[in-house]
């Protein structure tokens, strides 16, 4: 076994005894990690309250070889998750925020882009920021940066250019627009407007701070977060479990 260090988010937790927990960590450095961390649930413990669930904290573990949970042998807090206020829908989009990263990702797969999307979305949940626009932000990143971001400007069937006026097609199974021709015969078909794609294809780009500006009326927003739902729900092949606290960011 080696010793390994890396920077992580704690995004899930389960009871293993009376004193211990088996945490889920995603790591900048080495992509999501399952480990046990004896004495993690004493309240003055070894880990001192650094594996609050969506806390960032410098860990410490020996990495197994084989299938066995990896040991968390240090925890150190760097920065927990605090709301600015009462609102929780910035806690329902952290716990969602969590889920994907679990779901999405496999283990010892490292992804930091991912890593630093992810933290700069809880930390801009934490500081009152936009909470739909910062969550579809990291929705389509991580689609992005998985290979799984929907075509949002050529037909996914022929490839050529779709000019996003009107209404558009989009093929959720077949994961992108469809140009009229080729959306005969398909089936999941949502007509989707042409500002929603505009502001899909701005929220996803990297490379551009114009999604800062972006004012999403709440038709838009509720038939974007309709989109995105009904698009990881076949992406992962089940509704994600935090979908339906969600609703509150489309209305």
Known sequence: MSSEKATAIVIRTAEFSETSLVVTLFTREFGKIGALAKGGRRLKGPFESALDLLGVCRVVFLHKSSDALDLLTEAKLLRRFRLAGRDLAPLYAGYYVAELLDELTD???PHPELFDLADQTLAALMAGEPVAKWLVRFELGALR??????????????????????????????????????????????????????AMAQLADPNSTAWRRIEIDSRSLGELRGLLNHYFAQLLGRRPKMHEYLGALGS
Do not use: I, W, Y
């Open 107 to 109: 283990e010892d797969d």
């Open 145 to 198: 940066l998985l290979g799984h971001l929907p075509l949002l400007d050529r037909c996914v069937e022929c490839g050529k250019v779709v000019t996003p006026t009107g209404r558009v097609a989009f093929g959720e199974l077949d994961g992108g627009v469809l140009c009229p021709n080729c959306r005969a015969g398909k089936k999941q078909v949502v007509m989707v407007s042409a500002g929603v794609l505009r």
